[in-house]
């Protein structure tokens, strides 16, 4: 990548404008693509495309693909102090019978350095399953964080060596939605939308200027604030949302200027972390109720049920290590309660007498049978059974690194064991549980170990200088049951531009149990534009 590499024909890419990037490459694998302009012609709106993913999320998970490819973010970039060098996608084998299994095989590297790759979503999901004309999961929807750039990512024309398709830049997004750092997306009837948790670089990143960006999805334009109305969060995160019930539900991380540099137990005090969750008229885009989930809780991700029937969720409370419940009442009101609680450990040596969990990410299962979560401080990966949603039992525990485990100056004052150090084919896991995502048959969870590299650098120091690492659990999706895979892990220690940070995790051709059914009313509610002989979303 050798700090952005050499821009060809005219430099590099404008707000959406084409250019063609040379590639500065250490092996074939690694390469910096051509980036074009969307437009009507694209691929995802040929007629003779026909809509991909599948029916239903349960029809996924009895009929889908096994996973063959998976796409991860390797970060480079360091916090608000930028970095050298870009991140880059890496895109790993997961074929047990290829020779390449559990490695890189493609790095992608993106044009500039600075953005903190992050998460991930499609332009196109499952909602346009066998419509003729369209063609799903063309692009991977890349944010950076901190730079603010939004990377289209085409991962349909070669899904082992993805290319640039299209870039938005930072400044054009403060012009024309006066937004910045850019957190997740989800493709919905007729747009993509995609959540932001400040205002412009420019401003200082103002928690006031959080909201929602609507995309285009035909031309992957701008077409401007989603929300409407004066109610507005006090800070930005996460969302989803659930047409049948005309429901949107978003959760707040906390004050950009805080949260960007580390995190400080003082300022959860001083009000700046967030501590609810916001219902929203999907119709109206307005604001009709906020959830209070106490002070100091800062609830995150936000996942409904996948039957798209069901009326209820769950968000995963931060610091207070808590999953909650969120449903819909009788009367109509939204309504949530505690189903999952972690409490914190006593120790010595380490920041703070007591060591939460820290919830960093959940998964259901595509029947809405387990779900999985993950305490990156801790160290653990927990699978419940929430066939009673209400009352949650845990079925599988494992430890993936963690802050608890031996061999460190932390010791638990209960008396309780410690974790040891998880080394798999050699190598010593670092950092703890971060990021899940479930294989479509609920068979197999990946797990990375990074969070946010300010964050990693002030809890996990050694995860700067040996790198993150991507592995596999295996899953008993009969009785419950976690156990590592001996065979799988992809060491990001050991890649060429130096040891990388890895975060959100994506399946190449398949919606994963996370992101991939972004539209959860698979058989209704999408809207379509026709001309003589092209369906397009």
């Given at each position: 990548?050798?700090?952005?590499?050499?821009?060809?024909?005219?430099?590099?890419?404008?707000?959406?404008?084409?250019?063609?990037?040379?590639?500065?490459?250490?092996?074939?694998?690694i390469?910096?693509?051509?980036i074009?302009?969307?437009?009507?012609?694209?691929?995802?709106?040929?007629?003779?495309?026909?809509?991909?993913?599948?029916?239903?999320?349960?029809?996924?998970?009895?009929?889908?693909?096994?996973?063959r490819?998976?796409?991860?973010?390797?970060?480079?970039?360091?916090g608000?102090?930028?970095?050298?060098?870009?991140?880059?996608?890496?895109?790993?084998?997961?074929?047990?019978?290829?020779?390449?299994?559990?490695?890189?095989?493609?790095r992608?590297c993106?044009?500039?350095?600075g953005?903190?790759?992050?998460?991930?979503?499609?332009?196109?999901?499952?909602?346009?399953?066998?419509?003729?004309?369209?063609?799903?999961?063309?692009?991977?929807?890349?944010?950076?964080?901190?730079?603010?750039?939004?990377?289209?990512?085409?991962?349909?024309?070669?899904?082992?060596?993805?290319?640039?398709?299209?870039?938005?830049?930072a400044?054009?997004?403060?012009?024309?939605?006066?937004?910045?750092?850019p957190?997740?997306?989800?493709?919905?009837?007729?747009?993509?939308?995609?959540?932001?948790?400040?205002?412009?670089?420019?401003?200082?990143?103002?928690?006031?200027g959080?909201?929602?960006?609507?995309?285009?999805?035909?031309?992957?334009?701008?077409?401007?604030?989603?929300?409407?109305?004066d109610?507005?969060?006090?800070?930005?995160?996460?969302?989803?949302?659930?047409?049948?019930?005309?429901?949107?539900?978003?959760?707040?991380?906390?004050?950009?200027?805080?949260?960007?540099?580390?995190?400080?137990?003082?300022?959860?005090?001083?009000?700046?972390y967030?501590?609810?969750?916001?219902?929203?008229?999907?119709?109206?885009?307005?604001?009709?109720?906020?959830?209070?989930?106490?002070?100091?809780?800062?609830?995150?991700?936000?996942?409904?049920?996948?039957?798209?029937?069901?009326?209820?969720?769950?968000?995963?409370?931060?610091?207070?290590?808590?999953?909650?419940?969120?449903?819909?009442?009788?009367?109509?009101?939204?309504?949530?309660?505690?189903?999952?609680?972690?409490?914190?450990?006593?120790?010595?040596?380490?920041?703070?007498?007591?060591?939460?969990?820290?919830?960093?990410?959940?998964?259901?299962?595509?029947?809405?049978?387990?779900?999985?979560?993950a305490?990156?401080?801790?160290?653990?990966?927990?699978q419940?059974?929430?066939?009673?949603?209400?009352?949650?039992?845990?079925?599988?525990?494992?430890?993936?690194?963690?802050?608890?485990?031996?061999?460190?100056?932390?010791?638990?004052?209960?008396?309780?064991?410690q974790?040891?150090p998880?080394?798999?084919k050699?190598?010593?896991?670092?950092?703890?549980?971060?990021?899940?995502?479930?294989?479509?048959?609920?068979?197999?969870?990946?797990?990375?170990?990074?969070?946010?590299?300010?964050?990693?650098?002030?809890?996990?120091?050694?995860?700067?200088?040996?790198?993150?690492?991507?592995?596999?659990?295996?899953?008993?999706?009969?009785?419950?049951?976690?156990?590592?895979?001996?065979?799988?892990?992809?060491?990001?220690?050991?890649?060429?531009?130096?040891?990388?940070?890895?975060?959100?995790?994506?399946?190449?051709?398949?919606?994963?149990?996370?992101?991939?059914?972004?539209?959860?009313?698979?058989?209704?509610?999408?809207?379509?534009?026709?001309?003589?002989?092209?369906?397009?979303?």
């Amino acid at each position: 990548c050798g700090g952005g590499g050499a821009a060809a024909e005219g430099g590099a890419a404008a707000e959406g404008g084409a250019s063609s990037l040379a590639p500065r490459a250490v092996g074939a694998e690694i390469s910096q693509s051509r980036i074009d302009v969307g437009g009507p012609g694209q691929e995802c709106c040929k007629k003779n495309a026909v809509g991909g993913g599948y029916a239903s999320p349960l029809e996924a998970m009895r009929s889908g693909t096994r996973e063959r490819l998976l796409y991860i973010p390797a970060i480079l970039n360091n916090g608000l102090e930028g970095a050298d060098k870009p991140d880059y996608l890496a895109t790993v084998d997961l074929d047990p019978e290829s020779s390449t299994y559990s490695q890189v095989v493609h790095r992608l590297c993106m044009p500039e350095p600075g953005d903190e790759l992050h998460h991930m979503g499609w332009n196109a999901c499952s909602s346009c399953h066998a419509k003729k004309g369209v063609s799903t999961h063309n692009y991977l929807v890349a944010p950076g964080v901190v730079s603010g750039n939004i990377y289209f990512i085409d991962v349909k024309t070669d899904p082992r060596a993805p290319s640039i398709f299209k870039v938005i830049k930072a400044e054009e997004l403060a012009r024309k939605a006066g937004v910045a750092l850019p957190h997740n997306s989800h493709c919905a009837p007729g747009e993509i939308i995609m959540s932001f948790m400040g205002g412009p670089r420019e401003e200082g990143f103002p928690s006031s200027g959080n909201g929602f960006v609507s995309f285009d999805p035909k031309t992957l334009e701008i077409n401007g604030r989603w929300e409407r109305g004066d109610k507005k969060p006090s800070f930005g995160y996460d969302f989803w949302y659930q047409p049948r019930h005309n429901v949107m539900v978003s959760s707040e991380w906390g004050e950009p200027q805080c949260f960007a540099r580390g995190f400080n137990p003082a300022h959860v005090h001083e009000g700046k972390y967030g501590q609810k969750l916001y219902v929203w008229d999907w119709a109206e885009h307005r604001i009709i109720q906020e959830l209070d989930c106490g002070r100091g809780s800062i609830p995150l991700e936000v996942r409904f049920l996948h039957d798209p029937s069901a009326s209820e969720g769950f968000t995963g409370c931060a610091l207070s290590s808590e999953i909650l419940r969120f449903f819909k009442k009788p009367d109509g009101e939204w309504a949530i309660e505690r189903v999952i609680s972690i409490p914190p450990v006593p120790v010595e040596n380490w920041a703070l007498p007591e060591m939460p969990a820290l919830i960093t990410d959940f998964v259901l299962s595509l029947d809405d049978r387990f779900l999985y979560l993950a305490c990156w401080l801790h160290g653990d990966v927990r699978q419940y059974d929430i066939s009673d949603t209400r009352n949650p039992k845990l079925v599988g525990q494992v430890f993936i690194g963690g802050s608890l485990k031996r061999g460190t100056a932390v010791r638990r004052t209960d008396g309780a064991d410690q974790p040891e150090p998880l080394v798999v084919k050699g190598i010593e896991v670092q950092g703890g549980a971060q990021m899940v995502q479930l294989s479509l048959d609920g068979k197999r969870l990946f797990v990375s170990t990074s969070l946010f590299s300010a964050w990693d650098a002030q809890f996990y120091p050694a995860l700067k200088e040996k790198g993150a690492q991507l592995l596999q659990l295996d899953v008993n999706t009969d009785q419950g049951g976690l156990f590592v895979n001996p065979e799988f892990i992809v060491d990001f220690g050991q890649e060429p531009f130096g040891p990388a940070l890895c975060h959100e995790m994506g399946f190449r051709e398949i919606a994963p149990a996370k992101f991939g059914f972004d539209h959860p009313a698979l058989d209704v509610l999408v809207f379509f534009e026709q001309t003589e002989d092209t369906i397009v979303i």
